[in-house]
């Protein structure tokens, strides 16, 4: 199973020049961290830190995963539940 993922990720994937080892490395701690895996996190940080970023651009990029994945993730559901609580309530009070 370790075989695919060393190939495409650590292979294919970092081995092109589009972008930076840096750039990559800020991007794969961006998606590791949205999938909170503890492990996978801290190995994405010392990564990118190896591979140039400062620990200040860490430290906003993990604030953009916060901003744009975690507090979309908790408003979306907040709205439709309080859309379907309204919803019960007004059906409720007409009967």
Do not use: H
Request: with cysteine; hydrophobic share 40%.
């Amino acid at each position: 199973m370790q075989e695919l993922p060393t190939a495409w990720c650590w292979g294919e994937a970092w081995v092109r020049e589009e972008l930076s080892r840096r750039d990559r490395g800020l991007l794969n701690l961006d998606m590791i961290s949205v999938r909170s895996r503890r492990p996978r996190v801290q190995a994405a940080c010392k990564a990118a830190l190896r591979n140039g970023l400062t620990r200040e651009e860490k430290s906003e990029a993990l604030l953009q995963v916060a901003v744009y994945c975690g507090v979309p993730t908790g408003i979306d559901p907040t709205r439709i539940a309080r859309e379907a609580i309204a919803k019960y309530e007004a059906e409720s009070s007409a009967r």
